[in-house]
């Protein structure tokens, strides 16, 4: 079982020895059912969940290195997005890269799958971010605002927008449905045009 909340103490400052004291405290007075799992745990452990400053940079200066998945950005769990992130490095790379011709187009396609990619995997840091913020309001009024907002789609009413990212059908469109590879043909296309490149075909 995994119970995230908000903390802000220095990890470093944590004592792994009275994680489960730590851990009932925190959740005392919570649900019945949730404080007799609680109660039936022997031994747990505390972690923090960790993000990353957005890295603009992803390719080294010298065209010879470069970041992706994790180590180029890495993210808080709210939008179950982390390794979704690094397939689509992985996709979008192996696009921008099928689409030249010679080694002296590499460093187009790594400008474009940087330019492309560093955006992105930002837009999803943030909207972390913010989902972590939403999910772990204490109770009051922010709560409370944010409960109603949700009402609707707990009830299974018609919703136009939610602050339950998963569920807000703006959310939805640009980070569930977006196509890393069809962005990054898009792109690369582009920039070859510009750079007065024929752009590789590949069935």
Not at 26 to 42: Q, R, S, V, Y
Not at 45 to 61: D, F, I, N, S, Y
Not at 168 to 196: N, R
Request: charged letters at 25%.
């Amino acid at each position: 079982m995994v119970l995230s909340h908000p903390e802000e103490e220095d990890p470093e400052t944590w004592d792994q020895g009275k994680a489960l004291e730590s851990m009932k405290d925190h959740f005392k007075g919570w649900d019945p059912a949730l404080l007799k799992l609680i109660a039936m745990i022997e031994k747990t452990m505390k972690w923090p969940l960790m993000t990353g400053a957005p890295v603009e940079k992803w390719v080294a200066p010298t065209g010879k290195l470069l970041m992706l998945g994790d180590a180029a950005h890495a993210m808080l769990p709210y939008m179950s997005q982390g390794a979704a992130m690094a397939v689509e490095d992985a996709a979008g790379l192996a696009e921008a890269i099928s689409m030249i011709g010679s080694k002296s187009q590499l460093q187009i396609a790594l400008n474009v799958f940087e330019t492309i990619r560093v955006k992105r995997a930002n837009q999803m840091q943030e909207a972390s971010l913010i989902n972590g913020k939403l999910w772990h309001f204490a109770d009051g009024p922010e709560q409370e605002a944010r409960d109603i907002a949700m009402r609707p789609e707990v009830e299974g009413l018609h919703f136009d927008e939610s602050p339950n990212q998963w569920s807000d059908p703006v959310t939805q469109d640009w980070c569930y449905g977006y196509d890393a590879e069809e962005a990054m043909a898009k792109a690369m296309s582009s920039a070859l045009a510009k750079a007065s490149l024929p752009a590789s075909v590949n069935d």
